[in-house]
């Protein structure tokens, strides 16, 4: 099993909700990620867990809230978000280093209105 | 500081044409790794390949080819014989092992679009 599953792939959510955006893979990997895309722009890092524990957060505003169940499962909770925070979230994961490359998730498509 | 540029924002080809793709990187680090993704319209992130910086073999799989340059700080890649499944985004990235350890540096990206 070489993939990272993200769900859902699409998401519309009001200002004032709370949503989650979950990803899950089984290939080992320690280390895990979200990241933030717009429209033709790279992605950009938000947060890395490594072995289930929070080691870097890109000062991302806390209306974004990570979290790392197990060494399987991420979780990106949303809430009161702006619209500004459209975007596509990636979700990947790689060997403990990351000098193996990432394996990503097809993402979730995000319109906060 | 570390820094992958980029320089060809669109790229333009007809099919089966050859074309390569520039990536010119920055790092302070002596043990770095450089990769290519690959983003289709359907927006997953698929990677191509890894090269760390003490092998600059180039590689070639199928159509693709990867030419590391040390000297240049380059990492180039060639798609010859173009088809329309290759128009894509893609994009260049780096990893440190000290500097910024555990994220990797993407570049801009390069959109090429393959048409028939």
């Known amino acids: 099993d070489t993939e990272v599953t993200q769900t859902p792939k699409h998401l519309v959510m009001g200002m004032t909700n709370k949503k989650s955006l979950k990803c899950e893979q089984h290939?080992?990997?320690?280390?895990m990620y979200w990241y933030k895309q717009k429209a033709k722009k790279p992605p950009e890092l938000m947060f890395v867990?490594?072995?289930?524990?929070?080691?870097i957060n890109e000062s991302v505003p806390s209306r974004f809230s990570p979290e790392c169940p197990n060494s399987s499962l991420l979780n990106l909770h949303l809430h009161a978000l702006q619209p500004e925070d459209s975007a596509l979230y990636l979700c990947?994961?790689?060997?403990?280093?990351?000098?193996?490359?990432?394996?990503f998730g097809s993402g979730t498509r995000l319109t906060v209105v | 500081a570390q820094k992958v540029t980029q320089a060809q924002t669109e790229i333009s080809v007809v099919e089966k044409e050859d074309v390569t793709l520039d990536c010119v990187y920055e790092?302070?680090?002596?043990?770095?790794?450089l990769f290519w993704y690959k983003q289709p319209p359907s927006g997953e992130l698929v990677f191509l390949i890894r090269?760390?910086?003490?092998?600059?073999q180039n590689e070639i799989s199928g159509r693709y080819s990867w030419n590391f340059q040390k000297s240049t700080s380059s990492f180039n890649f060639t798609i010859t014989a173009s088809q329309v499944v290759d128009s894509a985004v893609y994009f260049c990235?780096?990893?440190?092992?000290?500097?910024?350890?555990?994220?990797?540096?993407f570049g801009d990206g390069t959109t090429l679009t393959v048409k028939p």
């Open positions: 990947a994961s790689s060997q403990a280093s990351g000098a193996y490359g990432y394996t």
């Open positions: 290939m080992g990997h320690r280390a």
């Open positions: 867990y490594s072995y289930e524990k929070l080691s």
């Open positions: 790092t302070r680090d002596t043990t770095y790794y």
């Open positions: 090269r760390n910086s003490f092998d600059e």
């Open positions: 990235a780096l990893s440190g092992v000290n500097t910024n350890a555990g994220k990797s540096t």
